[in-house]
């Protein structure tokens, strides 16, 4: 007997079709849309945060002092894996996050040739304006971090103009950079122009640590050694274990949520699934009663339902592009975030609903069908 062909009944109940694509359809957008706004989060903290001190790592005076004292400096000058050390101040400003809080943007206030190979070391590049110049209270500033703040080119901002801000003094920004990593540059801070008033500078007011090729880890490994009471020391690998920290708390109740929402809603739609195919039970009994198999009508189940699924995941991916695209363009590029929908978790995340979905609806039509009596069913008494 010639085998049925899967999906035929949807193309001839377009109605019932087009209810289970699109409950499906959103059910995927949900998900990927949810995913990728917590992406967007940690994605944002690890551009602030994690990816500049792949290039190089950071040491201040400890909490009270003003410059690094002399054991420390002659340790780093002495240490043969590095490469440069650059004479820094470091303040800080903050951004807010997608979906609430905030994290803090270093900003490094050095000589203009030094910012240079900073920005070249980062991949960074001027769009608009120009660097600053030395002994000035000018900035330049990369374009995320001005978006999230909605500052422009031109612009005087820090704490003297908004007391909300963390940037301490006054400075105007001449360059917006633009570039992979996420950076903030500016020739001499407001503590640095106090201290030349006040203090005879012997020492640095920190360093960034530049390593040799293939040196990260030993540097890295070197710098987290020095003694807390003698600097604050910031590389890679402790950014990196501090910030894995704090989000494994925040990861875990995330995803423990949307493995909730995921199983709460690939149930319902299961179980609209399992509805409409007991609503066919005529046709299985007759389709039984004429010669097909209890196997062939399972295997016909099976095909439709679980092409449906993979259909409406794929469109409900190509949905959520859409709609993450126009999000992008509307809300969060703006404001300097950037979300993207390709991601292993979005994958993992959407191929659950199709799996679960297909489990809830195949199995206990299956079952069911096992128990069919077609006689009992073409006579109505099931």
């Known amino acids: 007997m ?33 995913t990728v706004l917590i992406n967007s989060i940690t994605g944002t903290i690890n551009d602030i945060n994690v990816k500049p001190v792949e290039y190089f790592s950071t040491i201040a005076p400890i909490d009270g002092e003003y410059f690094l004292n002399n054991s420390v400096v002659k340790s780093l000058k002495n240490n043969p894996d590095i490469d440069k050390l650059i004479d820094t101040d470091i303040g800080g400003t903050s951004v807010n996050l997608a979906i609430g809080g905030t994290t803090t943007v270093p900003v490094l206030f050095t000589d203009k040739g030094d910012l240079e190979t900073i920005m070249s070391t980062m991949k960074a590049t001027i769009r608009k304006g120009r660097m600053p110049e030395n002994k000035t209270n000018e900035i330049a500033v990369h374009w995320r971090v001005m978006a999230n703040k909605g500052w422009k080119l031109g612009d005087t901002v820090g704490s003297f103009k908004n007391k909300k801000e963390f940037l301490i003094g006054e400075y105007k920004i001449v360059g917006e950079i633009d570039g992979p990593n996420i950076i903030f540059i500016g020739t001499e801070s407001y503590k640095q122009k106090q201290l030349q008033k006040i203090s005879k500078v012997n020492n640095p007011r920190g360093y960034l640590v530049f390593h ?93 339902i679980m092409s449906l699924n993979l259909i409406s995941w794929t469109l409900g991916l190509v949905f959520s592009y859409g709609v993450i695209s ?37 199995f206990p039509i299956t079952m069911r069908l096992r128990n069919w009596d077609p006689i009992a069913i073409i006579e109505r008494r099931e």
């Open 2 to 34: 010639k085998p049925l062909t899967a999906l035929k009944y949807f193309k001839e109940n377009k109605r019932k079709a087009l209810v289970s694509f699109i409950v499906l359809i959103f059910t995927v957008c949900a998900i990927s849309l949810i």
């Open 212 to 304: 040799k090729e293939g040196k990260r880890d030993a540097v890295n490994t070197f710098i987290d050694s020095i003694d807390k009471s003698q600097a604050n020391t910031f590389t890679y690998n402790k950014i990196k274990e501090i910030l894995d920290e704090q989000l494994k708390g925040l990861n875990s109740t995330i995803v423990a949520i949307i493995l909730v929402v995921i199983l709460i809603l690939s149930i319902s739609v299961g179980s609209l699934m399992y509805v409409i195919y007991i609503q066919r039970s005529d046709e299985f009994g007759i389709l039984y009663a004429i010669g097909y198999r209890k196997k062939s009508i399972a295997t016909l189940i099976i095909k439709e």
């Open 326 to 362: 126009m999000l992008n363009r509307a809300i969060y590029n703006p404001r300097g975030d950037v979300i993207s929908i390709f991601s292993l978790n979005v994958l993992i995340y959407t191929l659950m609903i199709p799996v679960i979905v297909g489990l809830f609806s195949i």
